[in-house]
């Protein structure tokens, strides 16, 4: 087996039997199912997009019969998905039997779908009976609520690009039970909205703004001057004593509650200089503590105004 830690399972002849892990990739039309998909399977996952949920039993038992398919993906949205409570109760079914679960779902701007759709002129899945697609965009984020409930993971890919949801997508498989909790850690700006994947987020606008000094303007937050300026305030220093404190002492429990991803997220008005400045300052204090977070400027490159 691949993990040291997982549970070993017998069969009838008391011969051990390698666990499957299923990962559902699920989510709204248009936000990356296809993309995560190929991201796992550049991973060795084996991967069927646009399977019927009641084959999915008998593709399991398959996979049961075959050496090295113990790791599968399935893309499900509203194409393939016809009664969610009973694809719901399915996957409970699966669990209970005792497949290794996990939910990602993937989401996007209502603005953002309509503009992708727009672009690849292709039809909505639920507009192929001449339902407009901003009212089928609408219907199917109802419909797909539940599978959101559920999931273990939530990435809104409205602001990253492909390579950027690929990379979140292979942080979340890596082969069985997550080693620890993987930590991102996020600049933004309220300006562009607050990010939906966020767990903790904090507003750091009561800091004093770099952007109404001319010579640091042009600049972001990693710019060493910038940097300087916004961790020089007595106010930066007095809340980056209590909120790393605050950190420390909250990490442990959310590992311990079986929480597999933190996401961090620090708001200024346009995402370009406070945030990106103590966004960095937090991920290197927690890289310092040995938890390797991943740091990502949500932001720092759009335009300003």
């Given at each position: 087996?691949?993990?040291?830690d997982?549970?070993?399972?017998?069969?009838?002849?008391?011969a051990?039997?390698?666990?499957?892990?299923?990962?559902?990739?699920?989510g709204?039309?248009?936000?990356?199912i296809?993309?995560a998909?190929n991201a796992?399977?550049?991973?060795?996952?084996?991967?069927?997009?646009?399977?019927p949920p009641?084959?999915?039993?008998?593709?399991?038992?398959l996979?049961?019969q075959?050496?090295g398919?113990d790791r599968?993906?399935?893309?499900l949205?509203?194409r393939?998905?016809q009664?969610?409570?009973?694809?719901?109760a399915?996957?409970d079914?699966l669990v209970?039997?005792?497949v290794e679960?996990?939910i990602v779902?993937?989401?996007?701007s209502?603005?953002v779908l309509?503009r992708?759709f727009?672009?690849s002129?292709?039809?909505h899945p639920?507009?192929?009976d001449g339902?407009?697609i901003?009212?089928a965009?609408r219907?199917?984020?109802?419909?797909?609520?539940?599978?959101?409930?559920?999931?273990?993971?939530l990435?809104d890919t409205?602001d990253?690009?492909?390579?950027?949801?690929?990379?979140?997508v292979?942080s979340?498989?890596?082969g069985?039970r997550?080693?620890?909790l993987?930590l991102?850690?996020?600049?933004?700006?309220?300006?562009?909205?607050?990010?939906a994947?966020?767990d903790?987020v904090w507003?750091?606008?009561?800091?004093?703004?770099p952007h109404?000094?001319?010579?640091?303007?042009?600049?972001?937050g990693?710019?060493?001057e910038?940097?300087?300026?916004?961790l020089g305030?007595p106010a930066?220093?007095a809340f980056?004593?209590?909120?790393?404190?605050?950190i420390?002492?909250v990490l442990?429990s959310?590992a311990?509650?079986g929480?597999?991803?933190?996401t961090?997220?620090?708001g200024c008005?346009?995402?370009?200089h406070?945030?990106?400045?103590?966004?960095?300052r937090?991920g290197?204090h927690?890289?310092?503590?040995?938890?390797g977070?991943t740091v990502?400027?949500?932001d720092?490159?759009?335009?300003r105004?």
């Amino acid at each position: 087996m691949r993990d040291d830690d997982a549970v070993e399972q017998h069969g009838e002849d008391g011969a051990p039997v390698e666990i499957l892990r299923l990962t559902v990739i699920t989510g709204l039309s248009g936000s990356g199912i296809s993309t995560a998909i190929n991201a796992l399977e550049d991973l060795g996952f084996f991967c069927v997009d646009n399977l019927p949920p009641p084959l999915l039993p008998k593709l399991l038992d398959l996979a049961r019969q075959v050496d090295g398919f113990d790791r599968l993906a399935i893309g499900l949205d509203a194409r393939n998905v016809q009664d969610v409570a009973a694809t719901l109760a399915l996957l409970d079914g699966l669990v209970e039997g005792g497949v290794e679960l996990s939910i990602v779902f993937l989401e996007a701007s209502d603005a953002v779908l309509l503009r992708r759709f727009s672009v690849s002129r292709r039809p909505h899945p639920l507009g192929r009976d001449g339902l407009p697609i901003p009212d089928a965009i609408r219907t199917e984020r109802l419909v797909m609520h539940p599978f959101r409930e559920r999931a273990g993971h939530l990435i809104d890919t409205s602001d990253i690009n492909v390579h950027e949801c690929k990379r979140l997508v292979q942080s979340f498989a890596t082969g069985g039970r997550p080693k620890g909790l993987a930590l991102t850690v996020m600049s933004f700006g309220f300006r562009h909205g607050v990010p939906a994947e966020a767990d903790i987020v904090w507003d750091v606008r009561f800091l004093p703004n770099p952007h109404f000094i001319e010579a640091l303007r042009p600049y972001s937050g990693i710019n060493p001057e910038v940097s300087a300026y916004v961790l020089g305030q007595p106010a930066t220093a007095a809340f980056l004593e209590r909120f790393l404190g605050l950190i420390d002492a909250v990490l442990p429990s959310y590992a311990h509650e079986g929480k597999s991803h933190l996401t961090i997220a620090l708001g200024c008005t346009g995402g370009r200089h406070r945030s990106v400045a103590l966004a960095e300052r937090i991920g290197a204090h927690l890289q310092s503590a040995g938890h390797g977070p991943t740091v990502r400027h949500r932001d720092v490159h759009k335009e300003r105004t």
